[in-house]
Each structure stands twice: as structure tokens, then as C-alpha cells.
């Protein structure tokens, strides 16, 4: 199964409101985690690195008040969308670090669709 | 800064001819490389990666050495099935960095 799992897999919600999104390591404790965001057909652009315990480091370009990034243990990061607007639509993955294979697992992603 | 190129897709195939996806970098240091391959509506799997030169990569029949001189790490498969139809991204990364992605090749084989 899924060793990093990313909730909820599909979500839509109005303007205005705010979205949550989870990625969850169930086998591996994640002191680094990332997140990206895809536009369709087009590669995946790193929104923020997320440490546990300490404020996520964002990208330039990427609104810190927006994208709202909390990874309070060590096997839970969460992505909030704050007053969502529909350019926030966008297909959002999660990515988390594994130092000693050099490898990095990801989520199943997150299309979110704001109307 | 790294960067990665890989060729521009779409690429379509027919059932069990050989495929090539071009991909050189760009990197400061001694990446890792590494192919993640996405399925409609999925997140991304990794594939197979290297992480010192003339490692050889390989996973369900696709393999990709790991050319310091060439700064290449090219994705070959022999024979492609319709089920090897998604996007292949190249991707590197120095440490524990974040990775650093080409812009993906769509690949569609057709029966």
C-alpha cells in the first residue's frame, strides 16, 4: 500500500473558502516533506519545503499567507488554501524526504477545483 | 542553478518498438537522477535512479545510465506495451535538496 498517503484525493469548494489538504507518512518518521503544485500537462513547480517543527521555507513567487503549510509531527504535513479562488485550481502532491536511500516517495496528489 | 532538460513529447509508439526518452542536467555538484513516471490523475512513482556515474538504473524493462561526460541519464525500454502510456519526468537532485524536474514527455503507445 501507500506509504505516504495524501487526502483528499479530490476536492471541490467555493471562492472565498479554505481547503485542507494532508500527506501523511504511515511507515517512515518525515523530518522534511515538499510540496508542489501541476498545472495540466506541465511539470511539477515546488511551492515550499516543510520541516517538522519549524516554519515551512517557500519558493519565491509563492504567497505564504495563501498557502498556509503546518507539519507539526513528524508524520503528518498539511497544506491549507486560504480563500480559494479559482487560479488556486490546480492539481497539488506531496513529496517526503528519505535521506538514507536518496529517494523521495510521493503522494497521489490532490485536484482541487474552486467554483 | 541545476536544471534539467528532457526531449519534448508527445512521443507515440506502436506496441513493442523501442523507446527514448532524452535527458541531459545541469548540476553544480554529484546529483542523483532519478525517472518518475505519472499515470493519468495519479501522483508520481518512481521508476528507477543512479546516484554516482555508470550507475545503471533499471525497472520493468526500462533502464537509464548515468553519463557524468555526457551529463545524460536517457530512458530506454526495448518494448513498449500500451500500459507503459503516461508522462516520464527526469528528474535530479543534489543531497537532500528538493528535486528538480524536466518538464515531462508524454508517451502514448497504441496496439
Known amino acids: 500500500g501507500a506509504v505516504v498517503s495524501q487526502h483528499p484525493s479530490r476536492v471541490i469548494c467555493k471562492s472565498g473558502t479554505s481547503v485542507k489538504i494532508e500527506c501523511r507518512s504511515l511507515?517512515?518518521?518525515?523530518?522534511?516533506m515538499f510540496w508542489y503544485r501541476q498545472f495540466p500537462k506541465q511539470s511539477l513547480m515546488l511551492m515550499a519545503t516543510?520541516?517538522?517543527?519549524?516554519?515551512?521555507?517557500?519558493e519565491q513567487g509563492v504567497e505564504k499567507d495563501k498557502f498556509l503549510i503546518n507539519h507539526a509531527s513528524l508524520t503528518l504535513s498539511t497544506l491549507t488554501v486560504t480563500s480559494a479562488h479559482p487560479e488556486d485550481s490546480s492539481f497539488y502532491i506531496c513529496?517526503?524526504?528519505?535521506?538514507?536511500?536518496?529517494?523521495?516517495?510521493f503522494g497521489s496528489g490532490t485536484r482541487l477545483t474552486v467554483v | 542553478g541545476d536544471s534539467v532538460t528532457q526531449m519534448e513529447g508527445p512521443v507515440t509508439l506502436s506496441e513493442e518498438a523501442f523507446l527514448t526518452i532524452n535527458c541531459t542536467y545541469t548540476?553544480?555538484?554529484?546529483?542523483?537522477l532519478f525517472w518518475y513516471v505519472q499515470y493519468p490523475g495519479e501522483g508520481l512513482q518512481l521508476l528507477l535512479k543512479?546516484?554516482?556515474?555508470?550507475d545503471k538504473g533499471s525497472n520493468k524493462g526500462f533502464e537509464a545510465t548515468y553519463r557524468k561526460e555526457t551529463t545524460s541519464f536517457h530512458l530506454e525500454k526495448g518494448s513498449v506495451q500500451v500500459s507503459d502510456s503516461a508522462v516520464y519526468f527526469c528528474?535530479?537532485?543534489?543531497?537532500?535538496?528538493?528535486?528538480?524536474f524536466g518538464k515531462g514527455t508524454r508517451l502514448s503507445v497504441i496496439a
Open positions: 516543510s520541516n517538522e517543527g519549524s516554519k515551512a521555507t517557500y
Open positions: 528528474a535530479l537532485s543534489e543531497g537532500n535538496t528538493p528535486l528538480v
Open positions: 548540476a553544480t555538484g554529484y546529483p542523483s
Open positions: 543512479a546516484t554516482k556515474a555508470d
Open positions: 513529496s517526503r524526504l528519505e535521506p538514507r536511500n536518496y529517494g523521495y516517495t
Open positions: 511507515d517512515f518518521q518525515a523530518t522534511t
